[in-house]
């Protein structure tokens, strides 16, 4: 079993900023896709954004330009940086790391924006 640790959630007011980071416990991390998704209550999940192995990335439409997904290979982590938060993004926040028929996902992170 393939052990990811997210970090990052809580407490943040409208218009703050927060940023979650996932450290997978993986050889060769840097083959690995990474990926955020959130699950607002009583919601399906829902992607938010990608990372390629070659630092390529992809957005919902949403997210774009509010937030910004990374990833350091050397720490094995990928990040996601949320700028101008709102009411609307509190839900729990899981990372997925992927790679072939490989696919780990984070244990959740709670996100809540209010003020």
């Known amino acids: 079993q393939v052990q990811l640790v997210e970090s990052g959630g809580g407490l943040v007011p409208p218009g703050g900023s927060l940023t979650l980071s996932c450290r997978a416990a993986?050889?060769?991390?840097?083959?690995?896709?990474g990926a955020w998704y959130r699950r607002a209550a009583g919601t399906q999940r829902e992607f938010i954004a990608s990372i390629t192995s070659g630092n390529y990335t992809n957005y919902a439409d949403f997210a774009k330009g509010r937030f910004t997904i990374s990833r350091d290979n050397d720490k094995n982590t990928v990040y996601l940086q949320m700028n101008s938060l709102n009411s609307d993004d509190t839900a729990v926040y899981y990372c997925?790391?992927?790679?072939?028929?490989?696919?780990?996902w984070g244990q959740g992170t709670q996100v809540t924006v209010s003020s």
């Open positions: 997925n790391i992927f790679f072939s028929r490989s696919d780990y």
């Open positions: 993986l050889n060769n991390f840097q083959i690995y896709g």
